[in-house]
Nanobody, 124 residues
Framework: QVQLVESGGGLVQAGGSLRLSCAAS????????MGWFRQAPGKEREFVAA????????NYLDSVKGRFTISRDNAKNTVYLQMNSPKPEDTGVYYC?????????????????WGQGTQVTVSS
């Protein structure tokens, strides 16, 4: 069992920066692939980024490539999402998720554990 708690959300101006954190509790965090997803009002939840257990492999939504960076610190049981130059269309509730597989895939159905989410609002 893994418990996930996101933090770091808030209001940010377009072109600014924001870093989300996801703290995990439970055993063997380092064996989980971690992902970030988001859900905008009236839209379905979508994949944003994922990172393998070792950090050696990452996967990104095309629209965030070059702006967002996912990373992890297994010693701290934490995964991060650095959001640089966010745009208003990046607004939404951001969720952290964990899966026991090794590949940082985009499908939300492959993830076993979810956090409660943190709101990110990007103003223009």
């Amino acid at each position: 069992q893994v418990q996930l708690v996101e933090s770091g959300g808030g209001l940010v101006q377009a072109g600014g920066s924001l870093r989300l954190s996801c703290a995990a509790s439970g055993r063997t965090f380092s064996s989980y692939t971690m992902g970030w997803f988001r859900q905008a009002p009236g839209k379905e939840r979508e994949f944003v980024a994922a990172i393998s257990w070792s950090g050696g492999s990452t996967n990104y939504l095309d629209s965030v490539k070059g702006r967002f960076t996912i990373s992890r610190d297994n010693a701290k049981n934490t995964v991060y999402l650095q959001m640089n130059s966010p745009k208003p269309e990046d607004t939404g509730v951001y969720y952290c998720a964990a899966r026991s597989g090794a590949v940082p895939i985009a499908s939300q159905y492959a993830y076993d554990y979810w956090g409660q989410g943190t709101q990110v609002t990007v103003s223009s």
